[in-house]
């Protein structure tokens, strides 16, 4: 029984293992192209805000050429000097610039970075010539783009520098035209308790109406996801940002390395936009749009760097109430945003446990306000609803153990025989009757502990997954649940708990066996020691009330009671002289 045990737990890994190893995208190789395209990292947001910027990577647009926007001197009539709109809403910070009508900061009032400093969705440090949020292009003129980016335009909705939109939405209407009939207008709607933000944009040249391709630019941010997350296998791993789009009913990731052969998906999508580990910022229900996506690798201090991706949309139409999703990936923020946004979040295969698992955490969260004590209450309600599979697994495995002697009499009855012999089937035969004159059942010793491994995994997916672990402080030297602990106290605390599990759980293996299950324990703490300390707490907590309830069955059915098996010339005297059945004295 421990082998099939040992061999399911296994196989369990292996098949994790696989699917991070082959499903999975492994980050992207630095090509030569990119280390061309790499940037220092230190240019400012001021020099982003009033040069040119070029197209994003992802339009295959060639950079602005500065002779085509020095040729644009056509007078534009907007306001005389540029100047920036800080739009406050309950959520977040927004701020716009009069120049080219674009967003420079999306900063999030709730979610802040390891300096303590609001996430900003815009990143900042990256090359002048990408282009910032909701810059637009028309294709095949690379001068008109650089005009409605770099113009200054005519403000409307903000009568001062600063537009309290906390309590009613506010709009902010960016306008210019100039004497050769060229006519912008944007518009930037803004909801009190949501991180959604409207877009209008709508372009005029010559009386003839065009279709702007409207971009984005790099993303997410500057810090994405800080702890936490990643593959079962790699600890506290982050997400790098992605491209996703949910199209025809499904959700497609795609890893920045893949970008070139899939990075210009098209069609009616559910929403489309850049994740990382924490964060998203995507187009709701364009319509039938043309996305495009592209990747940027940036070098950053010392030999580190970062995977941005950057994205651009070509609408059917001019957009039009266009509502963009710019905030975490917090499920109960996604579900009133969008039901099917809520996918964005990657639980994975477990999914469907997980979502419970979440919403009783945050209930219990509700009545603990600390969610370190909140999945040890948990783990302990799980464990309740374990207890009778539990009990009957531990009592399974009693059965089996006084067992032993008599199955190994009979396994040695049959020990000459080859594999291969058809004698040997006789050996199964008698085992399986001895399982069913005593009523042991063999596989209701294993199938408690398969029950568990799910939810060992969807505790993983959660932990890593759900932002509301994120910072989530426990207390003493934890303050960060999603990320490992930084003593690897925890995990020592796991593997020696599961080590006494292992040492009182009764075992039918024999000696070599029950060593190799010894391993376990140093397997497990040699995984923990990067895993989120949130499932370290649990998988402790869970180890501590096994043992405990180990201990309760064992003084519940009493001490093992084997019987000796006689040798096999004694039991063929007492048969011939009781006249008892093969079966009955196969009992003996």
């Known amino acids: ?61 060639a950079a602005v050429d500065p002779a085509a926007q020095a040729a644009a001197v056509t007078p534009f009539d907007g306001e005389a000097t540029e100047r920036e709109i800080v739009v406050e809403t309950q959520v977040v910070q927004a701020v716009l610039t009069s120049r080219g009508g674009r967003l420079l ?90 991180y959604v933000v409207s877009f209008d944009a709508s372009v005029t040249s010559g009386g003839q109406a065009l279709n702007p391709t409207v971009l984005w630019g790099p993303g997410l941010g500057d810090i994405g996801a800080t702890a936490g997350g ?36 098209s069609g009616g999508f559910r ?48 957009p039009s109430g266009v509502k963009f999703f710019v905030g975490p990936k917090q499920f109960d923020i996604l579900k009133a945003t969008d039901l099917e946004l809520v996918k964005a979040i990657n639980f994975g295969m477990f999914a469907w446990l ?11 969260y509700g009545f603990v306000g600390n969610y370190g004590w909140s999945i040890i209450l948990l783990t302990v309600v799980i464990n309740l609803v374990l207890f009778p599979l539990r009990h009957k697994s531990v009592v399974s495995m009693r059965k089996m153990q006084a067992l032993q002697p008599h199955i190994k009499s009979i396994q040695e009855r049959y020990g000459d025989l080859k594999v291969t012999d058809p004698a040997r089937q ?37 932990l890593s997954q759900a932002i509301e672990l994120r910072g989530a402080d426990f207390g003493l030297w934890i303050h960060d649940l999603s990320a490992h602990d930084p003593y690897y106290v925890t995990p020592l605390l796991m593997g020696a ?37 949130g499932l370290a707490i649990y998988y402790f907590t869970s180890n501590l009330w096994t043992i405990g309830q180990q201990y309760f069955t064992n003084w519940l059915i009493g001490p093992l009671n084997v019987q000796p098996v006689r040798p096999a010339a004694e039991r063929r005297l007492k048969k011939a002289g009781s006249g008892k059945t093969a079966a009955a004295e196969r009992q003996d």
């Open 1 to 61: 029984m421990e082998r099939r045990v040992l061999i399911a737990i296994i196989l369990s890994f292996a098949v994790l293992y696989g699917y991070q190893r082959f499903v999975v995208p492994p980050p992207p190789a630095e090509t030569a192209a990119q280390s061309g395209q790499a940037a220092t990292g230190s240019q400012n947001a001021q020099g982003r805000q009033s040069g040119a910027p070029g197209q994003s990577p992802a339009t295959g647009t």
């Open 105 to 194: 900061h999306w900063r999030l009032k709730a979610y802040t970075d390891e300096a303590g400093t609001p996430v900003d969705l815009v990143p900042s440090n990256v090359p002048a010539d990408q282009p910032v949020p909701f810059s637009l292009a028309i294709d095949g003129d690379q001068a008109l783009s650089s005009r409605l980016n770099t113009a200054v335009y005519q403000v409307t909705g903000a009568t001062g520098n600063t537009v309290d939109a906390t309590a009613q939405p506010a709009t902010i209407v960016f306008e210019g035209r100039d004497a050769a009939g060229l006519v912008v207008r944007k518009a930037f709607g803004f909801d009190p308790k949501a």
């Open 230 to 265: 990643g593959s079962f296998f790699t600890g506290n791993a982050v997400q790098a940002p992605q491209a996703i789009y949910h199209l025809d009913g499904k959700v497609q990731r795609v890893a920045a390395g893949k970008l070139g052969e899939q990075g210009r998906p």
């Open 271 to 318: 929403f489309a936009g850049i994740d990382d580990h924490y964060f998203l910022a995507a187009a709701l229900a364009p319509g039938t749009t043309q996305a495009s996506f592209g990747s940027l690798l940036l070098n950053g201090e010392g030999d580190s760097q970062r995977q941005l991706v950057t994205q651009a949309f070509r609408f059917s139409a001019p």
């Open 354 to 364: 997980v979502l419970p698992l979440l919403s009783a955490l945050k209930w219990i």
């Open 426 to 462: 006789k050996m199964q035969t008698e085992i399986m009757n001895l399982y069913r004159e005593r009523g042991v059942n063999p596989a209701s010793g294993c199938v408690p502990m398969l029950l568990t491994m799910p939810v060992l995994f969807a505790f993983y997916s959660m």
């Open 497 to 533: 708990s599961m080590f006494w599990q292992q040492k009182i759980t009764p075992s039918t293996a024999d000696p070599a066996q029950q060593k190799v299950m010894m391993f376990m324990p140093l397997m497990f703490t040699a995984m923990f020691i990067r895993f989120p300390s």
